[in-house]
């Protein structure tokens, strides 16, 4: 398909055979779960940067150091909670050779 201001739009992703059928499902599935770190680990940067704020802001007073100190910590916890579970993924993926972030589907033939 060819649009004269844009150019040709070709599919990524070419399902026209029988082994293709269904993997649409699981790199839909694969991309949602990459989104999904993605977002978290943005969550995550933003509270880091907020609690900074608040630790900035406490002015010496004990229960807001405390209480930033802890959201910091907190934050930095999941940020290596996410990198790990994909650190896992890529050895699993690499020791077992079935790939968990991109899957292979192979149907009936």
Request: proline residues 5%; charged residues 10%.
């Amino acid at each position: 398909m060819a649009l004269p201001f844009i150019g040709p739009i070709n599919n990524p992703t070419n399902y026209g055979t029988d082994t293709d059928r269904g993997q649409g499902l699981f790199t839909f599935l694969s991309n949602l779960f990459k989104f999904a770190a993605v977002a978290a680990g943005i969550y995550m940067i933003i509270q880091i940067i907020l609690a900074g704020f608040q630790y900035i802001s406490a002015s010496g007073d004990v229960k807001k150091t405390e209480a930033a100190w802890a959201q910091i910590w907190q934050s930095l916890l999941g940020l290596v909670i996410i990198s790990a579970a994909f650190i896992i993924a890529g050895l699993v993926g690499r020791l077992t050779g079935i790939n968990i972030l991109t899957p292979t589907i192979y149907g009936p033939q």
